[in-house]
């Protein structure tokens, strides 16, 4: 199983970004996969994830302003993240569960700074 994230990078507050999460090694279409975060000296937290029918669950911190999609042809994840704020700051990680283990993506740092 293979995670690959990207899309990260610098943002203004108020700004947009969307990220991308590449699968490979296991039936994507079948799978949940969701990302998570971990703000800089805080614990990973959950973000966002999606079913294999597409219903999507959200943290209240992101709801409204971001949305999870995933394209299955394309085995990949992503999240747009609009209205960004600085306390979305974080390393963002995609994750799946394949055969009762988790499998993390490398991460890709989310910086919003003015």
């Known amino acids: 199983v293979q995670l690959q994230a990207s899309g990260g990078g610098l943002v203004q507050p108020g700004g947009s970004l969307r990220l991308s999460c590449a699968a490979a090694g296991f039936n994507f279409r079948l799978n949940t996969i969701g990302w998570y975060r971990r703000p800089p000296g805080k614990q990973r937290e959950f973000v966002a994830d999606i079913t294999s029918g597409h219903s999507t669950n959200y943290s209240d911190s992101v709801k409204g302003r971001f949305t999870i999609s995933r394209n299955n042809v394309y085995r990949t994840l992503y999240l747009q993240m609009n209205n960004l704020r600085p306390e979305d700051t974080a390393v963002y990680y995609c994750?799946?569960?394949?055969?009762?283990?988790?499998?993390w993506g490398q991460g890709t740092l989310v910086t919003v700074s003015s």
């Open positions: 994750k799946t569960e394949y055969k009762n283990r988790d499998y």
